[in-house]
């Protein structure tokens, strides 16, 4: 048999990362039709090599016959539906059915092995993947998650997955084997065993602490033997950096969640994007990805931080350029890649508030679940124990009339310690939503303030947990896995209502997050007031709301900007006020800034029909306004044969 070069390559690189011959006989274990582990959860801290090691162990899987499908869950959306049209990609489908993927994986290959790497970018869906996408799949598949936080306690203590779930931690090099890492980067001798002691068994670490060293052998290294030995030698590593496009580049790069053409263009002007790019991705801790360059998590933070501390309008300027690029890219961007879009935003917004209410960081205890009817006496009893008795009987109602609308919060041991009611108004019997005082009051004002065609709405009834509905690992689970429905919802998601007894708690996460108070909607129960709240996404949805919140925080003055309650436009500080179909006409144009909008979508949106013959009375209400945003009529701008743009 001839063995070509390309195949020994292949081999040398499927070989175990130095000092990682243990882990990678686990993983084998996977394929061993001996063993019944389905699933394997690879996880350690951030640059300890868990990359690397997949990479090892496809390479070989693919190389002894076995069909390998690996994603970057960073580039993927968090739902099931995003999930499922990425395998499809892989598989050369286009198809986001189920049935049909998990088909597509069945005939694949005898064997399949499916590789879900950055793993911990999937914690809205973390459930899903558990509970309905790994049980359809057929037995010939097995899947490896690789992450930085350990796998959810749901996946060991479930009765069905015990001896099908195998967690792997992935510890610090050994000494052996860190030196000989460094000795492959040209340091050897008393430096390295120094090194190897800075840099305690680390991989990148020890790799940045060879770059330092070998740039400057006179530098003393033992001072960044700290707390945070990555992030100190991240800065004497950037500090070497001579080039001053590649340091300016550095700190675009560690503003951004990716490095694209078109970001470098914008924020660095004076510069080719494509030699600044090239810049870039030669460095040794920058991966290319599908949608861009993306630097290392540890050296980014560290870069990030450094600017942010020591320059703080230069970080602001860099993000308010990429938000304006982003923006404008967003209003054309097709439905493979909106996720991406949403993404960038919300890693633009420095408010933890927010960003730890989609990504949240650190290990998760609690998991959030469909309810079943076995849950039953647990939710019923802590509505009973919390609630007084109206509010129980309405959430006792709601348990009888639609159960299928709760979901419950489980800690490690699968026992139910809270509760939430989620929904959308039409989806639950209208009866048992108008015998509810608060549902029927957001109902009222939903009639009286209708959303668009097409546009959807979530009613957050409830969330208790052991200690009520105050801030606790139970609330935030259950605002968590409201995210997960924003995602799951999105473009179409319009508006959130939801209600709290404890206004003083709540009040300024909710302001910030853009909720404003419905007095009209507050009820009394049993002497107990609840509070209601909306949130209105705007016309833009989920992106358009994340865009606003990270324009608010750049400090961005929209020369023109809408109120919804006075139904007034805002011209340079100037209040206009608006008719109805005025207000509603440039809401759907300032929504898709820059993005050429029919007179047919206009009709269907604003007027709720689609009879394009109509379309005259589309130009009148534009004259009408025009004449009203005066100065700055042309923001409202006609493109001949197609329809109107907003350029504001």
Known sequence: MVVTMSTLLARRAARAPRGREQELRLLRRLTDHEDETLVVHLHGVAGIGKSVLLDAFLEEQAQDGAAVVRLDCRTVEPTGRGFLSEVGRALGTTTSQLDEVVGRLASAGERVVLALDQYEAFRLLDTWLRTTFVPALHDNARMVLVGRDPPVTAWRASPEWRGLFRPVTLGPLDDVAALELLAERGVVGTTAARLGGVAQGHPLALCLAASAAVERPDLD????????????????????????????????ASVVRRTTLSLLRTTMPDHAPEETFARLQALPFVETGRDGLVLHASVQQAIAATLRSSDPERYRAVRLAAWRQLREEAADVGTPDHWRCTADLLYLIDNPVCREAFFPTGAQTLTVEPAARVHGPVVLALAGALEPEGSARCLREWWDRAPEA???????????????????????????????????????????????????????????????????????????????????????????????????????????????????????????????????????????????????ELGVQEVLTLDEDAGEVVLDGERVSLTPLEFGVLEHLCARRGKVVSRAAVLLDVWGYDDVSGSNVVDSVVRSLRKKLGPHASAVETVRGFGYRCRL
């Open 406 to 552: 709760f979901s419950v919060v489980l800690d490690k041991e699968g026992a139910v310690v809270g509760f939430g009611l989620v929904f959308e108004p039409g989806d639950v019997p209208r009866s048992v939503l108008l015998a509810d005082p608060l549902t029927a009051a957001w109902w009222h004002h939903l009639r009286e303030h209708p959303v668009a065609k097409g546009e959807r709405v979530l009613f957050l009834r409830r969330w208790l947990g052991e200690d009520g509905e105050g801030p606790s690992p139970v609330q935030a689970a259950c605002w968590l896995d409201v995210k997960r429905a924003y995602m799951a919802m999105r473009p179409d998601l319009r508006r959130v209502y939801t209600t709290v007894r404890g206004l003083e708690a709540f009040a300024p996460v909710m302001t910030r997050l853009r909720f404003r108070l419905l007095p009209a909607a507050q009820v009394d129960l049993d002497g107990v007031t609840y509070h209601s709240a909306l949130l209105d996404f705007g016309p833009g949805s989920v992106d358009g709301w994340l865009a606003d919140l990270a324009a608010a």
């Open 221 to 252: 290294l033992d001072e960044a033997a700290t707390q945070s030995v990555v992030a100190e030698l991240t800065r004497l590593f950037v500090s070497d950096v001579r080039d001053a496009v590649t340091r300016e580049a550095l700190d675009v």
